[in-house]
């Protein structure tokens, strides 16, 4: 048999049809949905009178458009909108009869958290949602990806996607991580260096000394952004941090099961001689904490750089470069440090977990904040009854942080979460793109203890400088 | 869905690179229910201010392109969110054919369930097209996707690359979902052994 790589092995478990020109029936092994990509697709089903195709592997949960503030499961505490989009998914999870967390369930949360947390997201398995950082999944050796309402609606009238396979690229982290430095640099190191078209047309997969050493929360996060790179999915092969992560969760499977699945789980690596179509390597050495400065997430600097010059730039990321510059109102030359910060928002699919809450609560241990406001997300109400268990809340309390209740919030701002005009904020979240977290407000990418140490000093901080 | 096979119209120059669904379709505007209706807001951060007065620079509000079906744009069109309102609102303004360097996979993919053509060429044809869409709205461009050709006004011809399968749909207006019923046979046999060797799954 030919060496495979770790796509390659996914993708042949789940090819259900394959045409001759190469286009495939992928199968999907879990779907998940939310309440602002689906409305139309159910409504599709419906006009057709077609009923969802395997409604045991859909689950359903609202994140990206509920309020966070105290008092939500009541619609009277909604704005308008969210209470219809809300309502709509109540009806389309009971009417076709598929797994659903509402707003007042404790395990309810941003999908991309509630899924590995509930066990429904396992190795080798296909997991797909109308949402682009599905990618996170990829962190336990699953082949996940976002797509459109269309697609969300192919996946539940038929369990597949129509696809063609995508191309193999290997990104290899050689190394040990320096102390401050965490999953978020490495993924946004990637991006400053592939740009954020460098994966278009592939499935990445990351390895290396440093990918293996990380938590699955920080793999999450890793993967979680291979998306914002241009690639279809992010990959890392799952190993005995990834069992121990799964088992006993209320989804994994149990017994004679288990030892099935953890047997198979064993062979979804890369084969040594695997053919990859794009090899990029970073030693881990030289990733720094990181910051974006501009409105792309590829731009990055390491928080010791200054501000570039559009002049640094070559090609069309000239005048893109200037428009971002323009945009952020920053001055080419300035420190990255000097700049001061209005808020700061730690949360997100990318950096909602446990882990990051316990990163940021170790640098605020004790400190108040000085931005004009903080706020902290949870990525779960099981990360959040977590966080209160473990004295965290308090730490966020008396610093001065807002303590919210899980949801997408400020990293997309549908809800009343947002930022002001000219608002400059401190996100642990995904993107930067102008207007993302509010119109013509100022978003600057870091990881969560970069974001605690801005809170606490209202400005771009090096988090080392306060370990 | 509609069908696509020729189109002349009036190409907009953006040369911006990293054009993101967010600009295209900014989130406030994700909390419809509805796939219709969101031509209005295309843009709409680029194209109003705050008050709803049109922004005169932006190009779809300068008489010239105000009735354009074609877009040219920097590389990378279509980044960030998946949500497929960017291609609701695209269609539903009336454009229907998106040319660049380069698209990110979500939108790709998205467009051609749509009813839109995107086109990707090689930087320096680009170049020419959107030299030529900046010529105004005298300069129609044609698109011809069984011959997988864009015609400048001047009648430079680029051909362009495109796959087989999507083209056909796209020609044919043709539903995804029943030509995936079709093969529901195939899919149920997948099940019965994946059900097998997976049971947990």
Known sequence: MSPKTLYDKIWDTHVAHEAEDGTCLLYIDRHLVHEVTSPQAFEGLRIANRPVHAPDKTIAVPDHNVPTTAGRDDPKNMTEDSAIQVAALDKNARDFGIHYYPVSDIRQGIVHIVGPEQGWTLPGMTVVCGDSHTATHGAFGALAHGIGTSEVEHVLATQTLIQKKSKNMKVEITGKLATGVTAKDITLSVIGKTGTAGGTGYVIEYCGEAIRDLSMEGRMTVCNMAIEGGARAGLIAPDEKTFAYCKGRPHAPKGAQWEAAEAWWKTLYSDDDAHWDKVITIKAEDIAPVVTWGTSPEDVLPITANVPSANDFEGGKVGAAQRSLDYMGLTPGTPLTDIEVDTVFIGSCTNGRIEDLRAAAEILKGKKIKVKRAMIVPGSGLVRAQAEEEGLADIFIEAGFEWRLAGCSMCLAMNPDQLSEGERCVSTSNRNFEGRQGYKGRTHLVSPGMAAAAAITGKLTDVREMM | ?201
């Open chain 2, 1 to 201: 869905m509609d069908k696509f096979d020729t189109l002349t119209g009036i190409a907009a120059p953006m040369p911006l690179v990293n054009i993101d669904t967010d600009m295209i379709i900014p989130k406030q505007f994700l909390k419809t229910i509805k796939r219709s209706g969101l031509g209005v807001n295309l843009f709409d951060e680029m194209r109003f201010d705050r008050q709803g007065n049109e922004i005169p620079d932006f190009v779809l509000n300068q008489d010239a392109y105000r009735n354009a079906e074609i877009i040219v744009a920097g590389e990378n069109f279509g980044c960030g969110s998946s949500r497929e309102h960017a291609p609701w609102a695209i269609k539903d303004f009336g454009i229907r054919c998106v040319i660049s360097t380069s698209f990110a996979d979500i939108f790709y993919n998205n467009c051609f369930k749509n009813g839109i053509l995107p086109i990707a060429l090689p930087a320096e044809a680009v170049d020419v097209l959107m030299k030529d869409a900046e010529k105004g709205a005298n300069a129609r461009m044609t698109v011809d996707l069984e011959a997988q050709t864009v015609t400048t006004s001047d009648g430079e011809v680029f051909s362009f690359e495109v796959d087989a399968f999507k083209k056909h749909c796209l020609m044919e207006g043709l539903d995804d979902i029943g030509l995936t019923m079709a093969k529901v046979d195939s899919i149920q046999s997948f099940e019965e052994q994946a059900a097998q060797a997976r049971p947990w799954v």
